[in-house]
Nanobody
Framework: QVQFVESGGGLVQPGGSLRLSCAKS????????MNWYRQPPGKQREWIASISPTGTTAYTDSVKGRFTISRDYAKDTVYLQMSNLTPEDTAVYYCKDLVSTWGQGTQVTVSS
């Protein structure tokens, strides 16, 4: 069983920024693309970003230009840098690859 651990969430003001981290034990580099998902209150979980083993990235339209996904191969850690946050970004954020199970996620709350 493979499970990633998300961290870095918290309370942030509208227009602010936050960086989320996704990590696992050891230093082995993932053989699969890594993905970020989020689930706003009362809504379905949605895919928002991915990064391939070669570094190719993709984003859903609602976060394109504001969020950036990246990976540190030495630390086997994936990041999601979020900028220009709005209350619509409030959600529990999860990271996952093709074979991992869902973790607990990290809560991001955008509010004044």
């Amino acid at each position: 069983q493979v499970q990633f651990v998300e961290s870095g969430g918290g309370l942030v003001q509208p227009g602010g920024s936050l960086r989320l981290s996704c990590a696992k034990s050891g230093t082995r580099i993932s053989r699969y693309a890594m993905n970020w998902y989020r689930q706003p209150p009362g809504k379905q979980r949605e895919w928002i970003a991915s990064i391939s083993p070669t570094g190719t990235t993709a984003y859903t339209d609602s976060v394109k230009g504001r969020f950036t996904i990246s990976r540190d191969y030495a630390k086997d850690t994936v990041y999601l840098q979020m900028s220009n946050l709005t209350p619509e970004d409030t959600a529990v954020y999860y990271c996952k690859d093709l074979v991992s199970t869902w973790g607990q996620g990290t809560q991001v709350t955008v509010s004044s």
